[in-house]
T-cell receptor
Framework: AQSVTQPDIHITVSEGASLELRCNYSYGATPYLFWYVQSPGQGLQLLLKYFSGDTLVQGIKGFEAEFKRSQSSFNLRKPSVHWSDAAEYFCAVGEDTDKLIFGTGTRLQVFP | NAGVTQTPKFHILKIGQSMTLQCTQDMNHNYMYWYRQDPGMGLKLIYYSVGAGITDKGEVPNGYNVSRSTTEDFPLRLELAAPSQTSVYFC???????????FGSGTQLSVL
């Protein structure tokens, strides 16, 4: 069955530190892969997506993610975190269908 | 641009009552979705629609109904509300299958 796993429920980093949020998926074919960010009380905003091609994808706000087929992973990274990056981050996968499967989210807390 | 508009933002229902969550979009998107977001559970798809007059069940449809009489509107109906339906509800749209979702700001619903 298709599934998405975000192993880290809560991550705390210091401002200026690097960040990596993990996402692993189980899917029959190469899926579409997404990272969304949700600020408190807000809807979700797309950070980046991967469909095909270059496995390193650049997104908004200085985020990037790398698709690793051999590891079934699509981890999100940022070299230097800002306090405004504190939010909930969701990984999502989808095939050529009408539905996305979302992970359970990772809450990022940033300390000054 | 309004994008995806959800109303109300907050609501409290008594057990057994019914209500309709409204979702309207002005992007002329064919695909519309209703998700619920429970703490630690990520987003779960309730219903979706690929165009006016066409709806289909998602992962957690029980206790809900939808209709899609126009491209713009995709209301979600709760009949005989139960405490288990306490959640944050998000409406989303996309123009093309597999493309990014545009989310509304959510409706926080409590059933007491």
């Amino acid at each position: 069955a298709q599934s998405v796993t975000q192993p880290d429920i809560h991550i705390t980093v210091s401002e200026g530190a690097s960040l990596e949020l993990r996402c692993n998926y189980s899917y029959g074919a190469t899926p579409y892969l997404f990272w969304y960010v949700q600020s408190p009380g807000q809807g979700l905003q797309l950070l980046l997506k991967y469909f095909s091609g270059d496995t390193l994808v650049q997104g908004i706000k200085g985020f990037e993610a790398e698709f690793k087929r051999s590891q079934s992973s699509f981890n999100l990274r940022k070299p230097s975190v800002h306090w405004s990056d504190a939010a909930e981050y969701f990984c999502a996968v989808g095939e050529d269908t009408d539905k996305l499967i979302f992970g359970t989210g990772t809450r990022l807390q940033v300390f000054p | 641009n309004a994008g995806v508009t959800q109303t109300p933002k907050f609501h409290i229902l008594k057990i057994g009552q019914s209500m309709t969550l409204q979702c309207t979009q002005d992007m002329n998107h064919n695909y519309m979705y209703w998700y619920r977001q429970d703490p630690g559970m990520g987003l779960k798809l309730i219903y979706y629609s690929v165009g006016a007059g066409i709806t289909d069940k998602g992962e957690v449809p029980n206790g809900y109904n939808v209709s899609r009489s126009t491209t713009e509107d995709f209301p979600l109906r709760l009949e005989l509300a139960a405490p288990s339906q306490t959640s944050v509800y998000f409406c989303a749209t996309s123009g093309v299958v597999g493309e990014k979702l545009f989310f509304g700001s959510g409706t926080q619903l409590s059933v007491l």
